[in-house]
Structures are given as structure tokens and as C-alpha cells.
């Protein structure tokens, strides 16, 4: 092949092509941060000032400080939030240079354990809908349903009957071994 040839056949490869063996980054994926104690916040918001696409799940629960009671939100799963990246060994060190954060979970950068886009998902759709959501003991096993109206209509996991027409619906996040119920009527419920 002559070097006009070679030139032009250099010119047609791809930035990725010429980067260097396990440089490049993979697909966007969820990721667990684990923080240090109450500093959730602190860590989502300087990620989120470096540009990090951040899921910290909340839900409202009654404080009472001096003699006052009122309703504040706090991290669903404490000590957690999650990242949506696609990450290289450079967003990994950014990641990890934040203030207050211990650890994304996984054994090393290159391989990190994500968390499935369905329960991220699940819990995204749980904030939006604004519905009361309560901790709840893990539960990985059970009668798996899809719910078929209402504002969670097609959101699926863990059916927790109370009575005949009562249940809760038990989302959960495998990675950190955490639940969280949601209180749903079982008559908008089907087996999946």
C-alpha cells in the first residue's frame, strides 16, 4: 500500500479507533455512590456542578425539633445516591475527588457494579407520581405483579397483600440490598 494510500486510510478511522486499549468509556449506565454520613446532599451538589446526570431519591417524613413537628424530606436509602455516566477512567477520578463521598461501589473503575435501568427507573417514576413511599425490609422474592392504573400504571415489582383489596408494592434496589413500599389497591394489580 503506498503512503497516499495509508494517509487517507488513517483519515477514515474514527477518534475511538485510534484511542488507546481500555481508554474508552462505556455506555451510560447507573451507578451507586456511597457517601459519607448525611452528606447526600453535599455530594449531589457537586456533582451536579461538574456536569454528572445525579438520582438522589427522597421521601417525606415527619421531623420533630423544638417542640414543632413539620414534614422534611430525606435520601430514600441513606448514604446512597446514583449517577447516570459513561464512565471512563477520567469521569471515575472526578467522581471520586468530590468532597464527602466514599466510594462508587464496585471493585475498581474499570469495573464498577451498575445498577439496572428498570429499578432506577422504578424509583424515578415512585418521585414523580408523588406518592407516600415508607422504608421497607429487603424483599428480592415474591408474587411479582404490574400495576394497571393510575399514576404508576405499568411500573412492576413485589405485591405485599394486607387484605383483598389493600397491598404495598415493594420496589427494590438489589445492589445496596434496600426496599421501599409503596401502599397501592390491589384491585389495579395483574401477575406478571
Known amino acids: 500500500m503506498s503512503s497516499a494510500a495509508q494517509i487517507l486510510d ?75 455516566h459513561e464512565m471512563d477512567k477520567t469521569g471515575y477520578l472526578e467522581l471520586v475527588k468530590t468532597r464527602g463521598l466514599v466510594k462508587v461501589l464496585g471493585e475498581q473503575w474499570d469495573r464498577l457494579h451498575a445498577v439496572p435501568d428498570a429499578e432506577i427507573g422504578a424509583l424515578q417514576r415512585v418521585q414523580t407520581a408523588r406518592v407516600p413511599v415508607m422504608p421497607h425490609s429487603f424483599l428480592q422474592e415474591g408474587r411479582r405483579v404490574r400495576i394497571t392504573r393510575g399514576p404508576l400504571a405499568d411500573l412492576e415489582g413485589i405485591l405485599v397483600q394486607s387484605n383483598p383489596n389493600k397491598g404495598l408494592l415493594i420496589l427494590s434496589v438489589t445492589l445496596l440490598q434496600r426496599s421501599v413500599a409503596v401502599a397501592v389497591d390491589c384491585t389495579h394489580v395483574v401477575l406478571v
Not at 22 to 33: E, H, I, L, Q, R
Not at 70 to 84: A, K, Q
Open 10 to 84: 488513517l483519515e477514515h478511522l474514527t477518534s475511538d479507533a485510534l484511542a488507546p486499549v481500555g481508554s474508552k468509556a462505556g455506555p451510560k449506565k447507573w451507578y451507586a455512590v456511597w457517601t459519607k454520613s448525611h452528606c447526600e446532599q453535599i455530594v449531589h451538589d457537586q456533582l451536579a456542578a461538574k456536569g454528572f446526570e445525579l438520582f438522589l431519591p427522597e421521601i417525606d417524613v415527619w421531623s420533630s425539633r423544638a417542640g414543632t413537628r413539620r414534614l422534611i424530606s430525606t435520601p430514600m436509602f441513606p448514604g446512597y445516591l446514583f449517577v447516570h
